[in-house]
């Protein structure tokens, strides 16, 4: 049977301070070590296979095009593939912000079982699903479904194990609690990118746009059920009733507005950064080229996988240095590295002074550092009572809205040879990043 461990009775309602319990990222928990270990464990699993499915479908979308929308140009089947990818996108914050009683009352392993659920459900669909060629507009109809309840799930997913994850972790070990998370979740891409390189190469690019693609999906339906096997009967976490509120966002707009606006403005660039680095950029190279020039297939996914393996070390350092001289240091370098990255690399793409491979190393790093930081930073950060809803409204819906319209900006970008555009909104945003970081610590000493 699951265990419910519930965390301190603290109010919701007074302003943070340093140091406070309700802000400390070290403070006291009453989790055994074991407990802690089994904790990552369940929210390493999940973690990893949401993003595992997140990923295939970004690396499968130049096979999958062809199959649900095979009257278009490449351009056009593309951009279709990542609309679809942005209404999953949409549903995310609905998903979430569902969740927030049921993550508050039942639990936060209880929130995480249903997400993986619901995922295992949607990667069987898309995998079973017929071509448009079968049964014409239904199978768009089928894909759009299945991708919207992939988005309620990681909606849900994501505010549930960063929650349990930082509400579990012992003193002075936050940060490495959650470059676990972090880490989980390249494991997972790093999955799919090896199973999608191992695929094509076995079947070629014509063997995966006919049958071939469909394998990856059926591979996340089973990992799915192994996740759920996992955190069905894990310790739980839950909390307490004195400290929910009844209006956490008019609480966290009227008592904690400068960390809403640090939220908000850091969802943006995580969506933005992310998604450019692990989705757009591999499909875009394999279905545009860069720099003038069309990019292999196959070497384009074993580009993706030997940078994003690059991101799974800096996850592991960021969190133990996050852990040593402190979260916000780290964050802030973060963002001036992602800030002058992007806007290098994208630069040099465009201008073909740089190959697809040392581009996608580069960015990987940049996009691991930047999402370690910001973790490090800003989950500790926010009221007990408060996290679930401020991550399902103030990180979900700008990270989704800019997560989900990424790889389609820069696909209309890329397709028009201006790479370099799209280097340097991710550097406004960043830059934006560090004013709000700033006010915060401000308002905060």
Known sequence: MSTSLDVPAIPVSREPRPGSPLTDPNSPSSVSKKQSRR???????????????????????????????????????????????????????????????????????????????????????????????????????????????????????????????????????????????????????????????????????????????????????????????????????????????????????SDYRPLCVLVAISAACSGTLFFATVTAMPAIATQLGTGGHASDAGTVMLAALIGQSFMIPVFLIAGWVADRVGPRKVFAVALVVSAVSAAFVFAAMANDVIGFVPAQILMSIACALFLSGVFHTLIPELPIGLRFSALAVFWLIPACVFGGLAPIVMAQLAGHGLYAVFGIIISVLMMLAIAALAWYGKRTR
């Open 39 to 253: 904790a990552r464990l369940v929210g390493a699993i999940g973690n990893g296979v949401e993003w595992y499915d997140w990923t295939i479908y970004g690396l499968m979308t130049p096979f999958i095009a062809s199959q649900f929308f095979p009257d278009t140009s490449p351009l056009a089947a593309l951009l279709s593939m990542f609309v679809v990818f942005a209404i999953g996108f949409a549903a995310r914050p609905l998903g979430g912000y569902l969740m927030v009683r049921f993550a508050d009352r039942t639990g936060r392993r209880a929130a995480m079982v249903v997400s993986v659920t619901c995922m295992c459900a949607a990667s069987l669909g898309i995998a079973v699903c017929p071509p448009t060629e079968s049964i014409g507009l239904a199978a768009a109809g089928i894909l759009v479904f299945c991708r919207l309840i992939q988005g309620l799930s990681l909606g849900s997913e994501q505010p549930a194990a960063l929650s349990y994850l930082v509400e579990t972790a012992p003193r002075g070990r936050v940060g490495n609690f959650l470059s676990f998370y972090n880490s989980s979740a390249l494991i997972g891409i790093l999955c799919g990118s090896g199973l999608g390189l191992i695929l094509f190469d076995i079947f070629g690019k014509q063997g995966m746009s006919d049958f071939g693609w469909r394998i990856p999906f059926f591979v996340g339906a089973l990992l799915a059920l192994l996740a759920f096997a996992v955190r069905r009967h894990a310790p739980e976490r839950t909390v307490p009733e004195e400290m929910r509120c009844e209006r956490p966002l008019r609480t966290m707009l």
